[in-house]
């Protein structure tokens, strides 16, 4: 019994990351209509800055943070005049359409480019408190990832004031709404739609960069991310990060859950089987409002 | 002659296949194993490319889970020739079984549109992939008697034979009422309901045939390895490489992916020599390029070239 509360402990853990690694994907989508199916390789990416501040300048992993989100909200910008920035001028239907074989060409791309980087081995980057653990009754609980989840809700918290009380915020959500009327009551649509992918993508660094810590990185975690990043989204549906965060928590329990009682190679394969069939019954998926 | 497309893509298909048929005697010629493996992998790759471009190209479903069906022809191919069968019935075998199952999951998939279709069938290629991993964990490797009785080239001639069908397969198909159909679906699947085109019959028919030559061409991946790990051929890299060749080649036409399949191989094998992978840092960057700038590929590049060169009439 408590080697399967231990279990479900350690799938909350690591749903606040799916929830985090979610919320950049359900943010882009749903404000720019553009399904960016390299956000795992994003999260990669950020993954491999957090390696590298911490190999060669010594910081403290969690401190990588502070540079791996600016640096990431720029690679957002770049990303966005260089490429997705040109589809979003198409309707809505060709959009997706589009923005998922250019995401698809990033994704091969930034993936070779890793394996030119990095080597195609798991990198992890060790903490100075990394073996301590809160004892809690039979559960022991890792302070680097219990400190991973909190970071991640506080970013997602912080993104969802950003989205209801900053003035660009209110502007993006407008936009999500409808672009139509948001253009016409005088939104820069095109500059929310800059800032909502920059955000996305910065989320997505961050998310790297807590991956890298509590877990590992290697170049072939994106599909992975994005697969998990794309579950969650039909689980929680758009509008409401919070609500993305649960549904990370709820995907990372069902997991644990179902390694529980199937055996540990099949945990991958609940969160597909969910996807597939909420995306069956409900067609548009829950990514409808 | 009247089942054979008209204008371009009549000569097109007589051009490959003349082509194919050309390639025919180089066994006998004894050249190095290693030209004759290069050929072999164009030649799977255009079997390849052409069955996700049936699928994709003509009916317009993007479908990211194409290895699933590759890795099913696989392994039945693979479990039926290694236990006795003859090779040809344990591909056909291979392929009904890729067939039937993208019939049964295909109802489902179709009530997915564009975008979701892709996202589904990505993950359902993923599903079975973890799933054949966990089942078949040891590598599969073939009996020794197997191994000493290998001919290359028994490997060459079925893939040359599987390539010039695929090709024939997409003539066909492109200039029947079917292909006619699946055109209309691409353009506009409400007008083309509209029309009186039964849409789902359709996708379904696109995605048998296309799913059936993805089996065959598992097949021959089955028969051609002497070993390899049961679950390689459902990565998502086949599906990956049948996009990318498809894309740059030219979605939708009859000549393109047969273009993309040798420039793929070519750069790959030439890449790989020095940087493992690095084709796919070229081949990503190409096919970003492409989609945004010339969504019809270097067919439509060479098109666009001839039109400059020749004065206007």
């Known amino acids: ?17 799916y929830g985090l690694a979610a919320s950049g994907l359900s943010l882009i989508f749903g404000v720019m209509k553009v399904l960016n199916v390299a956000h795992g390789e994003l999260i990669m990416l950020g993954g491999y800055g957090a390696f590298w501040l911490v190999a060669l300048l010594g910081l403290d992993p969690f401190l990588t943070l502070a540079l791996v989100i600016p640096g990431a909200l720029l690679l957002g910008v770049g990303l966005y005049w260089g490429l997705f920035g040109f589809v979003v001028r198409a309707d809505e239907e060709t959009r997706v359409k589009n923005s998922l074989l250019i995401g698809f060409g990033l994704a091969l791309a930034l993936h070779a480019l890793a394996v030119r980087l990095w080597t195609a081995d798991e990198r992890s980057v060790p903490t100075p408190y990394g073996g301590a653990v809160f004892t809690v009754g039979p559960l022991s609980i890792p302070a680097v ?60 660094g961050a998310a790297g960069t807590l991956v890298t810590i509590g877990y590992s990185v290697s170049p072939s975690i994106g599909l992975e991310w994005t697969l998990k ?25 069902a997991e644990a859950a179902s390694a529980a009682a199937f055996g540990g190679p099949y945990r991958e394969v609940i969160g597909l089987v969910i996807f597939v069939v909420v995306l069956v019954v409900r067609p548009r998926g829950l990514f409808g409002r | 002659m009247t089942w054979l497309p008209g204008g371009g893509e009549r000569r097109w298909a007589i051009a490959i296949v003349l082509a194919l048929a050309a390639l025919a005697p180089l066994p006998l010629a004894g050249p190095r194993d290693d030209v004759l493996n290069f050929v072999f992998l164009v030649l799977l790759s255009i079997t390849l490319a052409q069955s ?52 049964l999951i295909g109802v489902a998939a179709f009530r997915l549109r564009g975008a979701y279709f892709a996202i589904g069938t990505l993950a359902l290629g993923e599903i079975l992939r973890t799933t054949v991993s966990n089942v078949l964990p040891e590598i599969s490797t073939l009996p020794a008697a197997s191994i000493a009785s290998y001919r290359l080239a028994h490997r060459y001639y ?35 309901e509209a029309s009186g085109v039964g849409a789902l019959g359709l996708k379904l028919i696109a995605l048998a045939l296309s799913t059936g030559l993805a089996g065959l061409a598992g097949g021959l991946f089955a028969y051609y390895h002497i070993s390899y790990y049961p679950a390689h051929p459902f990565g998502p890299q086949w599906t990956f490489d049948a996009l990318l060749m498809t894309f740059i080649g030219g979605v939708g036409t009859l000549h393109g992916p047969v273009l993309g399949a040798v420039l793929y191989v070519l750069l790959k094998e030439y890449l790989a020599v020095r940087w493992v992978d690095f084709h796919l840092l070229i081949f990503g960057a190409l096919f970003i390029a492409i989609v945004l700038l010339l969504p019809g590929g270097l067919v439509q590049a060479a098109a666009r070239a001839r039109r400059l060169v020749t004065p206007a009439r």
């Open chain 1, 145 to 204: 990832r219990l400190l991973s989840l909190a970071i991640a809700f506080a970013l997602i918290l912080t993104l969802q004031l950003l989205l209801t009380r900053w003035r660009w915020g209110k502007a993006i959500r407008a936009t999500a709404e409808d672009w139509q009327a948001a253009l016409l009551t005088g939104i820069d649509v095109r500059r929310a739609y800059l800032l909502a992918f920059a955000m996305g993508t910065a989320l997505a």
């Open chain 1, 229 to 253: 990043a794309l579950i969650v989204v039909v689980l929680a549906g758009l509008g409401s990060m919070l609500g993305t965060f649960v549904g990370g928590l709820v995907l990372g329990v």
């Open chain 2, 158 to 192: 079925l893939a040359l034979i599987l390539a010039a069908v695929s090709v024939l397969a997409v003539a066909v198909l492109a200039s029947s009422r079917l292909g006619l159909g699946m055109r209309a679906i691409r353009e506009d699947e409400a007008a083309a």
């Open chain 2, 52 to 103: 996700w471009n049936i699928v994709a190209g003509y009916a317009g479903q993007v479908n990211l889970g194409h290895a699933a069906f590759f890795g099913l022809g696989a392994l039945l191919t693979r479990a039926l020739w290694t236990s006795g069968a003859p090779v040809v019935l344990a591909m056909l075998a291979g392929a009904l079984l890729a067939t039937a199952f993208a019939l």
């Open chain 1, 1 to 17: 019994m408590s080697i399967l509360a231990q279990q479900l402990v350690l799938g909350l853990l690591i749903g606040g990351l």
